[in-house]
């Protein structure tokens, strides 16, 4: 592949890359925070894009992070996915194309149609319920102390110009998760109608892994219980444990460690809104419900 090292944005990137590819009717199908996604045509066969912003992420939720490392997890975390029968888009390959780190994959598209809630629960259960990929498992063993010192400092970021009630210290909020949370599942913890592709209602394939970790079902469920108050993630909480519940989920929402959970959900969410895509409705709500979850720890 040729290396242009005059690229200097994503666009041009995908740009260079149909180029190389031989392919043609580059368009842009979706625009997240830190990724684009692009669809092209080489002969009859439709492959798709996966561009990042930038090279380095550098914000509250992502800080220092490189989007290579972002691009090699949606690699990992999409065959896995589709090994076991969740669905996912089938990443082709990862390519250089002049320090853009572009994932080339499979196009599925999207009929617009609501998501069926419940079948999405039905999904995650499954996700759930399956072996987790050992690789990611052994990237954070520790996964509840790197939890309670992630909401350590996210609390201590969005204090510095927002007042907040005080937080437990890490290591109570780490005791607090050990307690309760003792099963490890893979988790996409990014689950929202932007992140699913949909045909008739019915998910077709999840995409975006660069949140996802290894933890108890707890975490995704409470991260969606958050997402569900943003209209635009087009989320139905309590379909979706329905769902989950038929098809065999199990969640605990009476512990310490639930409102533990949605409080690592909310800070993260205030920090999108206040700093990485600045909303003034929406960082007023999750202030707020940060402020809730603290006074209830």
Not at 189 to 201: E, H
Not at 237 to 247: F, K, P, T, V
Not at 264 to 292: H, K, Q, Y
Request: charged share 20%; proline share 5%; hydrophobic share 40%.
């Amino acid at each position: 592949m040729t290396f242009n090292s005059q690229i200097t944005s994503p666009q041009q990137a995908a740009e260079e890359l149909a180029l190389n590819r031989g392919a043609h009717d580059l368009r842009l199908l979706g625009a997240g925070v830190e990724f684009l996604f692009f669809s092209t045509r080489a002969g009859t066969r439709r492959e798709g894009y996966r561009v990042p912003r930038a090279r380095v992420f550098d914000t509250v939720n992502n800080p220092g992070i490189q989007a290579l490392e972002l691009q090699r997890k949606e690699l990992r975390l999409s065959a896995w996915a589709l090994g076991h029968g969740v669905p996912s888009a089938n990443p082709t390959e990862l390519v250089d194309q002049g320090g853009y780190s572009v994932l080339v994959t499979e196009v599925i598209d999207d009929d617009q149609t609501p998501v069926n809630q419940q079948a999405l629960g039905a999904v995650l259960a499954k996700m759930h319920q399956v072996e987790p990929l050992a690789s990611e498992v052994a990237r954070c063993p520790d996964i509840y102390d790197y939890l309670a010192q992630r909401i350590g400092d996210r609390h201590s970021r969005i204090s510095t110009d927002h007042q907040l009630p005080a937080l437990p210290k890490p290591t109570h909020l780490a005791k607090v998760l050990q307690r309760s949370l003792h099963r490890v599942s893979q988790l996409h913890l990014d689950i929202r109608r932007q992140n699913i592709r949909v045909a008739a209602g019915e998910p077709r394939a999840l995409f975006d892994w660069s949140n996802a970790l290894t933890a108890a079902p707890e975490l995704e469920m409470a991260r969606i219980r958050e997402y569900a108050q943003i209209p635009e993630n087009a989320l139905d909480y309590m379909d979706i444990l329905a769902g989950y519940r038929a098809y065999g989920g199990t969640i605990d929402e009476s512990t310490t460690a639930w409102a533990v959970l949605r409080l690592d959900a909310a800070l993260m969410l205030a920090g999108v809104f206040t700093s990485v895509s600045p909303n003034e409705e929406l960082a007023s709500v999750f202030l707020n419900r940060v402020r809730i979850l603290l006074q209830d720890l």
